[in-house]
């Protein structure tokens, strides 16, 4: 039975990363960006693969909805939610048209994407969606001084963790696997085309996350961080958020009485 991949955001950095390896291993694709002409190079390079190339703009209605029609269609062994856009500024910075396009880009493209794909995939008892998120998510309790405020960024990802983590149970024994790949920062066009100059930042390569994204799914991990070695720091945030879920009560708690 042959292996067919869906990748967004397939043109450059994780995302193209993510194809390469993918047609390495045997699958065929279909392959989704902006830049038609980066999306036929691609084809051109890999002619031992069957390479749909497909050109959307996840920001807009149309550009989904071009793309949840193919993953309701194919019967796509593995989907990768990879689009994205920074767009790094306070909220009272952020333009709302940048805004929109953020959250429609990480939040709503994953969301129907994987909506479209996941019912196909229930059915046919086989397939996998991984979710590229970052370690940001996880960067909400930190101070002004420590990180700068990127709240409608931080809050895409953390979106994606949750939605993963949530949908993951959903599919338990379905044979349909659920992964949110969480990388710190990578070796990519994202952030020079954000005027930011990362050259002086470590960074992980593209090839060595999608390495780590993909055994992560062999290993059955949900959330998946390449760049965090003591996996137990994962484990003691999730125990955390469970214990706090579990002690809620109805309640008002003693804190918020009038002494």
Do not use: W
């Amino acid at each position: 039975m042959s292996n067919l991949a869906l990748v967004t955001g397939a043109t450059s950095g994780i995302g193209k990363a993510f194809a390469e390896r993918l047609a390495a291993d045997g699958y065929d694709l279909v392959i989704v960006g902006r830049r038609q002409e980066r999306l036929e190079e691609f084809v051109d390079a890999h002619p031992e693969v069957e390479v749909q190339p497909v050109v959307a703009d996840l920001s807009t209605d149309a550009g989904i909805d071009t793309v949840a029609s193919i993953c309701a269609a194919e019967p796509l062994t593995l989907l990768v939610n990879n689009a994205g856009v920074s767009h790094y500024m306070p909220l009272a910075d952020l333009p709302a048209d940048k805004a929109r396009e953020l959250v429609n880009v990480k939040v709503l493209a994953p969301t129907l994407l994987s909506r479209a794909a996941v019912a196909g995939m229930r059915d046919r008892g086989r397939g996998a969606i991984i979710n590229v998120a970052g370690m940001i998510a996880f960067s909400g309790p930190a101070p002004h001084s420590q990180m700068p405020r990127r709240a409608v960024y931080a809050g895409t990802l953390a979106h994606l963790v949750a939605m993963s983590q949530t949908l993951s149970a959903e599919l338990e024994g379905t044979g349909v696997q659920v992964e949110v790949v969480c990388p710190g920062v990578v070796a990519t066009e994202f952030h020079e085309r954000q005027g930011l100059d990362m050259s002086v930042v470590p960074r992980m390569s593209a090839e060595d996350l999608v390495t780590g994204a993909l055994r992560g799914l062999e290993l059955g991990e949900v959330v998946c961080a390449p760049g965090v070695e003591d996996a137990g720091l994962l484990d003691t945030v999730f125990q955390a958020d469970l214990a706090a879920f579990g002690g809620q009560s109805p309640e008002l708690a003693t804190r918020y009485r009038a002494g």
